[in-house]
């Protein structure tokens, strides 16, 4: 079992920027397996962002965000980031922490995942 429980969420503007994180608890060695983040905003199906592979810590981003969030990881911690910047209005979204259980899964949806975290809400105003 593995529990992610994420932080940082809140209201914003336009243009801020926000850091989530998700600290990761279980018996299993962090560094050793893929994270990822998702969204689900209101009204619409849960959406792949981000994820950082655990071995070679390879990233791959939706286009809908690349350019503008930055996923990374501190294993001493293990804890994962969203680093989020020029935030806009369609970016409100409950914000979801994920992980699998395979060490060489290439996470790329739903599908690939085995563990959520419960979430955090960002909301940016206009």
């Known amino acids: 079992q593995v529990q992610l429980v994420e932080s940082g969420g809140g209201l914003v503007q336009t243009g801020d920027s926000l850091r989530l994180s998700c600290t990761a608890a279980?018996?299993?060695?962090?560094?050793?397996?893929?994270m990822a983040w998702f969204r689900q905003a209101p009204g619409k199906d849960r959406e792949f962002l981000a994820t950082?592979?655990?071995?070679?810590?390879?990233?791959y981003y939706a286009p809908s965000v690349k350019g503008r969030f930055t996923i990374s990881r501190d294993n001493t911690r293990n804890t994962v980031y969203l680093q989020m910047s020029s935030l806009q209005p369609e970016d409100t979204a409950v914000y979801y922490c994920?992980?699998?259980?395979?060490?060489?899964?290439?996470?790329?949806?739903?599908?690939?995942?085995?563990?959520w975290g419960k979430g955090t809400l960002v909301t940016v105003s206009s």
């Open positions: 279980s018996r299993r060695t962090f560094s050793d397996y893929p």
């Open positions: 950082i592979h655990g071995i070679h810590w390879g990233t």
């Open positions: 994920a992980t699998t259980v395979s060490q060489l899964r290439d996470i790329g949806g739903d599908s690939d995942i085995e563990y």
